[in-house]
């Protein structure tokens, strides 16, 4: 890995993939990183379903009215689900592990994007999480996050330039002190 300073900048979101599908080993890489992330209390109140079958990520792109249809074009897709019931931060404990994911895409060269499921829905206002639940067959009790797309970039996006990043929003000790 290069300096994880390094990858941070470099991290943009994809959303085009080139063709060529992940090895095993990859996609074992991410899942681990989704395994090993933090969680509250260690409660790992989530659970991943990977898709890699090209019909269903057509139909997961269909998932909400704007921001999926990159799933058409991914070779692969993580589905982040948790358990209400089993933590109270739920939201917190499957937003890290997406993320965890995305950091782990980036160290191997790859591309990803979050597809937000949660609070969204279609044209017709189906919510996304119905949508998913029905063509993955998830349990009730399970909540759907989001969706990490990942693949081969199609294109190389700049980096952040770190001579734009927003200072202003950092207070120092006190709110309004800079
Ligand atoms: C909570 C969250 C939800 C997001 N939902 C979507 C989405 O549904 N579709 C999409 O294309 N990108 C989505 N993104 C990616 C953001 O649009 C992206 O991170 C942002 O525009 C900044 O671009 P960058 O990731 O290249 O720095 C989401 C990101 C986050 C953190």
Redo the contacts with the bound molecule.
């Keep these: 890995m290069e300096s994880f300073s390094e990858l941070i900048k470099k ?3 994809t ?1 085009k993939f080139t063709e060529e599908e992940l090895t095993q080993d990859e996609v074992v890489l991410l899942l681990k990183a989704a395994l090993m992330s933090p969680s509250s209390k260690r409660s790992n109140c989530w659970q991943f379903v990977v898709v890699d079958d090209r019909e269903m990520l057509a139909r997961l792109s269909r998932c909400k009215a704007h ?2 249809e ?1 799933l058409e074009g991914a070779p692969l897709a993580v589905v982040v689900l948790a358990d209400p019931l089993a933590s109270d931060v739920w939201i917190e404990d499957a ?1 890290i592990a997406s993320l965890m994911i995305q950091l782990e895409a980036e160290d191997l060269g790859l591309g990803s ?4 499921v949660r609070e969204r829905s279609t044209a017709e206002g189906v919510p996304a999480d119905e949508v998913v639940r029905e063509l993955l067959d998830i349990p009730l009790q399970m909540q759907v996050l ?1 969706i990490i797309a990942v693949g081969h970039k199609a294109v190389e ?1 700049k980096p952040f330039d770190e001579d734009n990043l927003q200072w202003e929003k950092v207070h120092i000790n006190k709110y309004g002190a800079q």
Excluded at 113 to 116: A, G, T
């Design positions: 991290r943009r979101s959303r921001g999926a990159l937003s994007c979050w597809v937000q989001s996006r």
